[in-house]
């Protein structure tokens, strides 16, 4: 068996490692039992990389990303780099990732599990079978536009600018991956903006439609404003398929849609760039969930969101939908079956630990290949 797949995991701080931990378990069982060979490399983002390299992400760590066919990423930051300057925080070891890789897609479902029905905010009925896809421009709007800066005036008043720019073609090409990725589901995108009030989200909405006319006849395309979006998630998320959405407004909608879900140790996402020279695309999978600080390295946390997202890896960097498959339904089997970690326990059922979590998932992924 020769490795065909390179993967980049880092881990980053917090629960990141634990819950690395547990994918690796899930690429040494794919290595024996299913004969794919993933050649596996490790470094540092976010804090780690700060106290080991002083930089929340080197130079070689971007290189070895570009040389890798997918990252894994578990989470990143903590209360020891709070206080740090804003320009060498955790968090812009993510932002630097995303820019450098041009990762201008970001995937983020909000699925419920049938299990987990109850542990919504929302009524059970309102959440049962809930299956939205997030898709999140992820390089532009107002993350990344200039000028950004906080000035002092001679007078001692300060004023901060960030600037909310988008360009046809940034708009257009996340809007051809939801529209992808709609004929792969329900064939509907609900486009979220605020044309009433920014040009930008005038602009996104006329793209957005001309390109559904000229390419996607096939899909049902409604636009939808951002303050009404955020109240018709919680009113009647089952409307919607697929969202597509900018920067920032995806940024809190999706917050919004995986607290529908009741766990966000539960979900996964991905960052896809466009297809590079060699044919794949650049791509980074993270969980959702953050680094949890306070439950770290105490076997509490949950390892399924990062055990999704290495599904979400398989699906849509290696095309192995049936791998992926088969790891999306262990995680519902041990759920099935009553374990839960800490975030999602019930009364009545079985609370187990990170790695116990992990031995359980791999011994139904054990039954579903035999
Ligand atoms: C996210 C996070 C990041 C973002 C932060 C940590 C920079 O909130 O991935 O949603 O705002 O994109
Ligand atoms: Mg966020």
Same mark, same amino acid.
């Given at each position: 068996m020769t490795p065909t797949h390179k993967l980049l995991l880092l881990p980053g701080d917090g629960i990141g490692p634990e819950v690395m931990? /547990?994918?690796r378990r899930v690429i040494d069982w794919m290595g024996m039992?299913?004969?794919?060979?993933? /050649?596996?490399?490790?470094?540092?983002?976010?804090?780690?990389?700060i106290d080991a390299e002083g930089t929340p992400l080197s130079d070689e760590t971007v290189a070895r990303a570009k040389e890798s066919d997918a990252v894994l990423l578990g989470a990143v930051g903590g209360p020891k780099w709070d206080n740090l300057e804003f320009d060498i925080r955790p968090e812009r070891g993510l932002l630097r990732i995303r820019k450098d890789l041009n990762l201008f897609a970001?995937?983020?479902?909000?699925?419920?599990?049938?299990?987990?029905?109850?542990?919504?905010?929302?009524?059970?009925?309102?959440?049962r079978d809930l299956d939205i896809l997030i898709v999140r421009e992820l390089t532009g709007g107002i993350y990344f536009g200039k000028p950004s800066s906080i000035e002092v005036h001679a007078d001692g008043t300060r004023r901060g600018v960030n600037t909310l720019v988008y360009t046809t073609p940034e708009i257009r090409?996340?809007? &051809?991956?939801?529209?992808?990725l709609a004929r792969m589901r329900d064939r509907r995108v609900c486009s979220v903006d605020k044309a009433n009030v920014l040009e930008t989200?005038?602009?996104? &909405? /006329?793209?957005v439609q001309r390109l559904r006319d000229a390419n996607y006849a096939d899909i049902e395309l409604s636009h939808m404003y951002v303050d009404n979006c955020a109240m018709q998630l919680i009113r009647d998320p089952k409307q919607f398929d697929i969202i597509l959405t900018d920067n920032m407004f995806g940024d809190i909608l999706s917050d919004e849609a995986s607290m529908l879900t009741g766990s966000l140790g539960m979900l996964p996402s991905a960052c896809l760039g466009d297809a590079v020279a060699t044919g794949r695309r650049f791509a980074v999978y993270e969980p959702v969930h953050g680094s949890a600080p306070d439950i770290a390295g105490q076997g509490l946390a949950n390892p399924l969101a990062a055990l999704l997202t290495f599904a979400m890896a398989l699906r849509y960097s290696f095309e192995m939908i049936a791998d992926a498959e088969n790891i999306e339904t262990a995680c519902h089997d041990v759920l099935d079956e009553g374990l839960r970690t800490a975030d999602i326990m019930e009364v009545g059922k079985n609370q187990v630990s990170t790695s116990e979590m992990?031995?359980?998932?791999? &011994?139904?992924?054990?039954?579903?290949?035999t």
């Open positions: 931990n /547990e994918v039992r299913r004969d794919v060979g993933f /050649e596996v490399a490790d470094g540092l983002i976010g804090g780690a990389a970001n995937l983020r479902p909000a699925v419920v599990f049938a299990a987990l029905a109850d542990a919504s905010s929302l009524k059970a009925d309102l959440v090409r996340v809007a &051809r991956v939801a529209f992808e989200s005038v602009l996104w &909405r /006329e793209e992990g031995a359980a998932v791999l &011994r139904a992924l054990d039954r579903l290949a």
